[in-house]
C-alpha cells in the first residue's frame, strides 16, 4: 500500500487514490465546522480552539468572506485555506468585471472544487488538505444556500452540513434535530450541534450569520454566550419534564 | 493582455497548470516591431488599409414592449454592390439577436462565437446569460484583438431577466448601454427619423413602422445602404421577425406616384 501513495497521479490496484484519502484524514483532524441553512438566513459556526494569551485573537478569522454576499469556513490545513480563499476572491471579483454580475454560491463553489480537483490530477502536487464550508445567497433569486466541497474536489448542497473534528456526531445530531427554521432559530440550531463536541462557551466557538439585507455578520463573544445559555437553560427543562412526568388525576 | 483565444481553443493544455500554481496571472505575449522609422505613421497606414469602411445601416431600440432591431440588406465592394440580400440580423440564440456592420466575415464569426459562448454558460450555470454578460464578453474578445484589423461595429438586443438590454460593442473595444443606437454609414439618416418620431410608449406595430421607415430614408440617401429592410422584435419571449421589405417598393408606397397634370394639358392642345 505505501508504493501508492508517492505520486498521487497513481490510482491504487483498488482503485483508491490515498493522497485524497490522506487529506481527507487532515481534514478530520482539522476544528469542527458546522452550516446551517435557513428560510432566510445561512448561518456559519466555527471551534475555536483555545487562544494562547499573547495572541491577538482578531487576526484569526476562520469564517470569511469571499464576496459581499458569500462567506466560507473551513476544516483542515489553514494555510491551504488561504491560498484557496485568495484565488476565490479573484474569481469572484474576474467573474464581475467580465459579466458585470455577482457570482452565484453554486458558480463560486464549483470553481473551488475545480482547483481541489486539478491538484489531485497534476504531477509534483499534493491536494489541498481541507474541506469547505461555503454558504450565501443567490444574486437574482435571493435563495440562501449551502454547499460542501472535499479533497477530492466534490461538491453538493446540503440543508446542513458539518465537517472537521466529530463532523459524524454533528451531522448525526443535525439529521435528527434539524427542521426548516429561519432568522435566530437557525443560529441557535447550528449552535447547538458544534456545542455537541465542543466545549461549551462563547469564548470555544466562533459563530456567524449571513442574511441578504445586512450581509455577513459576526457574532460578538457575548451574543454567543446569551444564546448558549438560552441553549443551556432550554436542555434543562427538557430534562425536568423527562423527569417529572405530569401528575394527572 | 492576454488575447481571448477561448473560442478557439478545444481543450485547456495540461501544461497550463505549473502557471496557475504562480499566482494565476499570465504576463502578456510581446511583438517584434518593424524596422521603420515613423513606427506611430505606419501602424496608422497599415490600420487604415485594413480596415473596410462600414457600408450598412442598422439600427434598435428599446421601447415600452421590447426590443425592435432593423438592417439593410446591401454589400457593397467600393462602388459595385456585391450583395443586395445579406442577414445583416444574426440570431445568436432565442432571446438574442446581434447587427452585422463592417466586415461580414468579422461578424458572421464572432457572433456565432458568442452564440457559444452563451450556450455553454447556460449550461454550466444552469440559466441563460444576461445581455450584460453577452455583451460584456464579446466586447472582451474584440478588446483582445483591437489594433489587428478586426471591423465590427454591432448591437447586442435581447431580453433576459432584468427586462429588454441593448448594447452597442465595436472593434475598438468599445461597448455602450443605451436605449437607441444605429451603425454604419446610413446611420446618420436613420438617426434623423428615428429620433424625431420616437415615443417609449409606442405599439409594436407603431414601433415597426417607425424602424422600418428609418431604415427606408437611410438606404434612400445612402449608396451603400439598400436591398431589403429587415425588422425584428424582442419580447419576452424571445424574437420573431416581423417583414423584410425590399425599399424600392417601400419607395413607392411611401411616396405613391400621381399622374402630373402636364400631359392632361397637352392631350387638350392636340385635341383642339
Not at chain 1, 36 to 59: C, F, H, N, P, Y
Not at chain 2, 83 to 92: A, G, L
Amino acid at each position: 500500500m505505501a508504493r501508492y501513495d508517492r505520486a498521487i497521479t497513481v490510482f491504487s490496484p483498488d482503485g483508491h487514490l490515498f493522497q485524497v484519502e490522506y487529506a481527507l484524514e487532515a481534514v478530520r483532524k482539522g476544528n469542527a465546522a458546522v452550516g446551517v441553512r435557513g428560510a432566510d438566513i445561512v448561518v456559519l459556526g466555527v471551534e475555536k480552539k483555545s487562544t494562547a494569551k499573547l495572541q491577538d485573537s482578531r487576526t484569526v478569522r476562520k469564517i470569511v468572506s469571499l464576496d459581499d454576499h458569500i462567506a466560507l469556513a473551513c476544516a483542515g490545513l489553514k494555510a491551504d485555506a488561504r491560498v484557496l480563499i485568495n484565488r476565490a476572491r479573484i474569481e469572484c471579483q474576474s467573474h464581475r468585471l467580465t459579466v458585470e454580475d455577482p457570482v452565484t454560491v453554486e458558480y463560486i463553489t464549483r470553481y473551488i472544487a475545480g482547483l481541489q480537483q486539478k491538484y489531485t490530477q497534476s504531477g509534483g502536487v499534493r491536494p489541498f488538505g481541507l474541506s469547505t464550508l461555503i454558504v450565501g445567497f443567490d444574486p437574482y433569486t435571493g435563495v440562501p444556500s449551502l454547499y460542501q466541497t472535499d479533497p477530492s474536489g466534490t461538491f453538493s448542497a446540503w440543508k446542513a452540513n458539518a465537517t472537521g473534528r466529530n463532523s459524524n456526531s454533528m451531522r448525526e445530531f443535525l439529521e435528527k434535530n434539524y427542521k426548516e427554521t429561519s432568522g435566530q432559530e437557525t443560529v441557535k440550531l447550528a449552535i447547538r450541534a458544534l456545542l455537541e463536541v465542543v466545549e461549551s462557551g462563547g469564548k470555544n466557538i466562533e459563530v456567524a450569520m449571513m442574511t441578504k439585507e445586512h450581509g455577513l455578520r459576526q457574532l460578538e463573544e457575548a451574543e454567543i454566550d446569551a444564546i448558549v445559555a438560552e441553549i443551556e437553560a432550554e436542555k434543562a427543562a427538557a430534562e425536568a419534564a423527562k423527569k417529572a412526568p405530569p401528575k394527572e388525576p | 493582455m492576454k488575447l481571448d483565444t477561448s473560442g478557439l481553443e478545444s481543450a485547456e493544455p495540461v501544461w497550463a497548470t505549473f502557471n496557475e500554481l504562480a499566482d494565476g496571472f499570465s504576463a502578456a505575449p510581446s511583438f517584434e516591431l518593424p524596422n521603420t522609422t515613423d513606427f506611430d505613421g505606419f501602424q496608422k497606414e497599415a490600420i487604415q488599409m485594413v480596415k473596410p469602411a462600414k457600408g450598412t445601416t442598422t439600427l434598435a431600440f428599446i421601447f415600452k414592449e421590447g426590443v425592435m432591431v432593423a438592417a439593410d440588406s446591401r454589400a457593397s465592394m467600393g462602388g459595385y454592390i456585391s450583395s443586395q440580400s445579406v442577414k445583416k440580423i444574426i440570431e445568436i440564440n432565442p432571446y438574442m439577436l446581434g447587427t452585422m456592420a463592417g466586415g461580414a466575415a468579422d461578424c458572421q464569426f464572432w457572433h456565432r462565437n458568442l452564440g457559444i459562448k452563451c450556450r455553454l454558460h447556460e449550461l454550466a450555470n444552469k440559466r441563460r446569460i444576461s445581455v450584460t454578460g453577452a455583451s460584456k464578453l464579446l466586447a472582451n474578445i474584440l478588446y483582445s484583438y483591437r489594433g489587428m484589423g478586426l471591423s465590427v461595429g454591432t448591437m447586442i438586443a435581447g431580453w433576459d431577466e432584468t427586462g429588454p438590454g441593448l448594447y452597442y460593442v465595436d472593434s475598438e473595444g468599445g461597448r455602450l448601454k443605451g436605449m437607441r443606437f444605429s451603425v454604419g454609414s446610413g446611420s446618420p439618416y436613420a438617426y434623423g427619423v428615428l429620433d424625431s418620431g420616437y415615443r417609449y410608449d409606442m405599439s409594436v406595430e407603431e414601433a415597426a413602422e417607425l424602424a422600418r421607415r428609418a431604415i427606408y430614408h437611410a438606404t434612400f440617401r445612402d449608396g451603400a445602404s439598400g436591398g431589403v429592410a429587415s425588422v425584428y422584435h424582442v419580447g419576452p419571449n424571445g424574437w420573431k421577425k416581423l417583414s423584410g421589405d425590399d425599399v424600392g417598393e417601400l419607395h413607392y408606397k411611401y411616396y405613391p406616384v400621381m399622374p402630373s397634370t402636364v400631359e392632361q394639358e397637352m392631350v387638350e392642345v392636340a385635341g383642339a
